[in-house]
């Protein structure tokens, strides 16, 4: 992903997702969001395809860190594991600790990037620091120096905006309809008028979801009418209270089928300068709305590729406008007759992140073949598994598999085995898309099993 030295990975994605919750969000629900972006930091080596420096939240087994660089061609990872404050933040703990901070401060005076999931206020005040550390340090960019607002760049309602600017100069674009609610109330009477009005089904999102997280399809018969439409939102709002987090959005939904490759995405990163650069296309896997993996390296045509990177560079012109920094995606739906529907802009690294820098990493000039990687990051578990358990599921499903189907797999989100609702995450790599699909379906079989 272009950087000239090992990169700087701060796995702050709790933290992210944190700073859009409001102060009376549930506690019990924030608990679990909080635990469920610290597994997903997991992923903080694959934020860039030459990580040197990577800190994350949570301690996986030195083991799955050993299949990793088995796989992967990193020269220099130096793994910083547990780091988390009180409250969860990462940037927080980092600030408190005089000793990894300073390592932070050098990895940057040396030419490392400093690479967060996301702008939150703690990792502007990481780079404040890192930037006076003796004179030398990097410069902040456009809107670091006091942070940069993420809520006016996460945001699906500002991310609609844009793109309705965007899609006038784009070819075969089109852009669903949004209704903006300002209370549940309204929510439920927008949605159940919708639903009235078209026959059809609609999309209820809160502004922040993520992952698909706060994001459900409402059937026509769930909210025929206002009543129906409130106890369904009761029922949503009592199971994740991302659902009471205003605005709501009512939005049409896109009729397309299911699996790959009718969604998509598009990634791209503005530097300090701003220099907008892109960064690669993925196929995405959806499970209803929740996102499961992505495919790079096959699956998407041409003519597609370069529709999403005309829009997405019409949509990064107008961020970096609005003064953001840093990487972005946009997801689209494609339709059964070929029409692109862009739905949402993540203002931070995501899944399909991980999926670009595996391909990079083992794409660089070695052979000339093609490389393919298609990430799984929720193989559910029927039960909880302690990380040995999986450790030995993942050898034997590797020797079983592997060496016949000439895919290697790489361990990614590793620390959700023994939780209440048990995943796990791994990336495939190989040489051709069918085969690599094939080894992937298999090998997430292969990890419910579990007499190895």
Same mark, same amino acid.
């Given at each position: 992903m272009g950087e000239l030295r090992a990169s700087v990975n701060i796995g702050n994605v709790a933290e992210f997702n944190h700073q859009f919750f409001p102060a009376d969000f549930r506690a019990d629900h924030l608990e679990t969001w909080d635990l469920e972006g610290h597994h997903y930091a997991c992923l903080a080596p694959f934020y860039s395809s030459d990580p040197g420096l990577v800190v994350?939240?949570?301690?996986?087994r030195q083991e799955w860190t050993e299949l990793q660089l088995a796989v992967?061609?990193?020269?220099?990872?130096?793994?910083r594991t547990g780091v988390r404050g009180e409250a969860g933040e990462v940037c927080a703990a980092i600030l408190a600790d005089e000793r990894l901070l300073a390592d932070v401060a050098d990895a940057a005076r040396g030419g490392s990037a400093l690479l967060p999931w996301g702008h939150t206020p703690g990792f502007a005040a990481v780079r404040r620091r890192v930037a006076g550390a003796g004179g030398n340090g990097p410069v902040p960019g456009r809107g670091d120096a006091g942070g940069i607002d993420c809520s006016l760049f996460e945001s699906k309602v500002r991310a609609n905006e844009r793109f309705r600017i965007a899609a006038a100069a784009?070819?075969?674009i089109i852009v669903a309809r949004q209704d903006v609610c300002g209370s549940v109330e309204d929510a439920a009477v927008t949605l159940a008028r919708r639903i009235a009005k078209t026959g059809r089904p609609q999309m209820l999102k809160s502004d922040f979801g993520v992952g698909g997280f706060g994001t459900t399809m409402v059937a026509p018969e769930q909210a025929a009418t206002p009543t129906d439409a409130r106890r369904l939102l009761a029922a949503l709002i009592k199971e994740d209270a991302i659902y009471a987090v205003l605005p709501l959005i009512v939005e049409e939904y896109v009729a397309h089928r299911q699996g790959l490759p009718s969604q998509m995405t598009f990634n791209a990163e503005i530097d300090p300068d701003g220099t907008l650069r892109p960064r690669g296309c993925a196929v995405m896997d959806v499970v209803d709305t929740k996102y499961a993996g992505a495919v790079v390296g096959g699956g998407l045509d041409h003519d597609a590729r370069r529709r999403m990177e005309a829009f997405g560079a019409a949509v990064g012109q107008?961020?970096?406008e609005a003064g953001y920094v840093g990487w972005?995606?946009?997801d689209f739906i494609r339709t059964d007759d070929d029409v692109l529907v862009p739905t949402e802009t993540n203002a931070r690294r995501t899944g399909p992140t991980a999926a670009l820098s595996i391909a990079q990493n083992l794409a660089t000039g070695r052979d000339g073949t093609t490389?393919?990687?298609? @990430?799984?990051?929720?193989?559910l578990l029927p039960e909880? /598994? @302690?990380e040995q358990a999986m450790l030995d599921r993942f050898l /034997?499903?590797?020797r079983r598999l592997g060496p016949a189907s000439g895919v290697r797999f790489v361990p990614t989100i590793v620390t959700a085995t023994d939780q209440e609702f048990p995943y796990f995450g791994f990336a495939a790599v190989g040489h051709e898309l069918k085969t690599v699909n094939a080894a992937t379906e298999a090998f997430s079989q292969a990890l419910l099993r579990e007499d190895y």
């Amino acid at each position: 992903m272009g950087e000239l030295r090992a990169s700087v990975n701060i796995g702050n994605v709790a933290e992210f997702n944190h700073q859009f919750f409001p102060a009376d969000f549930r506690a019990d629900h924030l608990e679990t969001w909080d635990l469920e972006g610290h597994h997903y930091a997991c992923l903080a080596p694959f934020y860039s395809s030459d990580p040197g420096l990577v800190v994350t939240p949570l301690a996986p087994r030195q083991e799955w860190t050993e299949l990793q660089l088995a796989v992967m061609r990193w020269p220099g990872l130096d793994l910083r594991t547990g780091v988390r404050g009180e409250a969860g933040e990462v940037c927080a703990a980092i600030l408190a600790d005089e000793r990894l901070l300073a390592d932070v401060a050098d990895a940057a005076r040396g030419g490392s990037a400093l690479l967060p999931w996301g702008h939150t206020p703690g990792f502007a005040a990481v780079r404040r620091r890192v930037a006076g550390a003796g004179g030398n340090g990097p410069v902040p960019g456009r809107g670091d120096a006091g942070g940069i607002d993420c809520s006016l760049f996460e945001s699906k309602v500002r991310a609609n905006e844009r793109f309705r600017i965007a899609a006038a100069a784009t070819e075969r674009i089109i852009v669903a309809r949004q209704d903006v609610c300002g209370s549940v109330e309204d929510a439920a009477v927008t949605l159940a008028r919708r639903i009235a009005k078209t026959g059809r089904p609609q999309m209820l999102k809160s502004d922040f979801g993520v992952g698909g997280f706060g994001t459900t399809m409402v059937a026509p018969e769930q909210a025929a009418t206002p009543t129906d439409a409130r106890r369904l939102l009761a029922a949503l709002i009592k199971e994740d209270a991302i659902y009471a987090v205003l605005p709501l959005i009512v939005e049409e939904y896109v009729a397309h089928r299911q699996g790959l490759p009718s969604q998509m995405t598009f990634n791209a990163e503005i530097d300090p300068d701003g220099t907008l650069r892109p960064r690669g296309c993925a196929v995405m896997d959806v499970v209803d709305t929740k996102y499961a993996g992505a495919v790079v390296g096959g699956g998407l045509d041409h003519d597609a590729r370069r529709r999403m990177e005309a829009f997405g560079a019409a949509v990064g012109q107008l961020m970096r406008e609005a003064g953001y920094v840093g990487w972005f995606d946009i997801d689209f739906i494609r339709t059964d007759d070929d029409v692109l529907v862009p739905t949402e802009t993540n203002a931070r690294r995501t899944g399909p992140t991980a999926a670009l820098s595996i391909a990079q990493n083992l794409a660089t000039g070695r052979d000339g073949t093609t490389v393919v990687v298609r @990430t799984n990051d929720r193989v559910l578990l029927p039960e909880p /598994a @302690t990380e040995q358990a999986m450790l030995d599921r993942f050898l /034997a499903g590797s020797r079983r598999l592997g060496p016949a189907s000439g895919v290697r797999f790489v361990p990614t989100i590793v620390t959700a085995t023994d939780q209440e609702f048990p995943y796990f995450g791994f990336a495939a790599v190989g040489h051709e898309l069918k085969t690599v699909n094939a080894a992937t379906e298999a090998f997430s079989q292969a990890l419910l099993r579990e007499d190895y």
